[in-house]
């Protein structure tokens, strides 16, 4: 071999020996999904999963629910720091989960490197819409005002203790200064079926979950949760127009094991970023009614400790506990 082939071929064997990306080259990189596939996290992750195939090569989903996420987080946490496992981070992971279960499996502080948030839906605060009617409830000052002078005679649903649609109301009740009757469902969908049937007076749902049944008039919408009004619902108000600051939304992004290192965080951060910043990335996700969000490593870090810090009030002044 003339040497300064032998000289190049050496160089390159060091650098790929050397580089943790250059080791992983042609293996797939595992994305965690801790809930069960067909669900707007599945569906995004999947969608993200295509486009970063020509910059990070094929990226395989695996779905691991249970425990509400967190058996999905915990097999991150506890994967290889080599950026071949990287998974899902969300609302219910890492920040109700930490102060819901009395035991946790991982610590979500300190356990992963964020990478990128990748998605915000709105939650929207909605009533059957016959009983909107009935009550003279148009906007969401009619509902407090509607609250206020019928002590205790409302009540709302959610999918359970500690649930968003739960946390969403204990919110709304505080800063509102109402009461209003919790029912908890075995699940969104169950709650959603309360609602319809009148069983209960309002919930904090979904967008992507209610949107169908406000565009046929079976619920009205009264405010998005978002501090901002939505773009997938045009003319519905921020809860945060009556109520100064209220704003509780649906996050998810992507995480690494802790130790992983920086230069593979860095790589994985622009691949999922230039994917989520595509066009094709952001109709697919209008459809889901969920906004792409990339952001910094330390920017989605920074979210996920507010977060944590917020949940934690909510969580314990709600009673609700998982054992």
Excluded: C
């Amino acid at each position: 071999m003339h040497y300064k082939s032998f000289l190049l071929a050496a160089i390159t064997l060091v650098i790929s020996i050397s580089s943790p990306l250059a080791q992983a080259q042609g293996k797939p990189i595992r994305l965690i999904v801790p809930y069960a596939a067909g669900g707007p996290l599945d569906v995004t992750a999947r969608a993200l999963a295509e486009r970063v195939r020509d910059t990070l090569g094929t990226v395989i989903i695996e779905n691991r629910p249970g425990a509400g996420g967190n058996i999905g987080a915990d097999a991150v946490a506890k994967a290889a720091p080599d950026g071949l496992t990287i998974g899902i981070a969300a609302t219910a992971t890492h920040a109700v989960n930490p102060w819901l279960y009395s035991k946790m499996p991982y610590n979500a502080a300190t356990d992963f490197a964020p990478i990128t948030q990748m998605v915000r839906v709105p939650n929207v605060l909605v009533m059957n819409a016959d009983a909107a009617q009935r009550l003279k409830i148009n906007t969401l000052a009619d509902l407090i005002a509607y609250a206020k002078a019928n002590p205790a005679k409302l009540n709302y649903g959610s999918g359970g203790n500690g649930s968003a649609g739960h946390l969403a109301g204990e919110m709304f009740k505080r800063d509102a200064g109402i009461f209003a009757v919790h029912i908890p469902y075995n699940g969104g969908s169950p709650a959603q079926l309360a609602l319809l049937g009148g069983q209960v007076d309002f919930n904090f749902d979904n967008l992507s979950t209610a949107a169908p049944n406000i565009r046929s008039g079976k619920l009205k919408a009264l405010a998005v949760t978002t501090l901002k009004p939505s773009s997938a619902l045009p003319g519905v108000p921020p809860v945060a127009d009556t109520l100064k600051g209220f704003a509780i939304d649906t996050w998810w992004g992507l995480v690494a094991p802790a130790s992983t290192p920086k230069d593979i965080v860095n790589r994985l951060n622009q691949a999922f970023v230039a994917a989520l910043n595509a066009p094709e990335t952001k109709a697919r996700f209008a459809v889901l009614l969920a906004e792409p969000v990339p952001s910094s490593a330390e920017e989605f870090g920074a979210l996920m400790t507010s977060e944590r810090a917020k949940y934690e009030k909510l969580v314990k002044a709600s009673g609700a506990r998982v054992d």
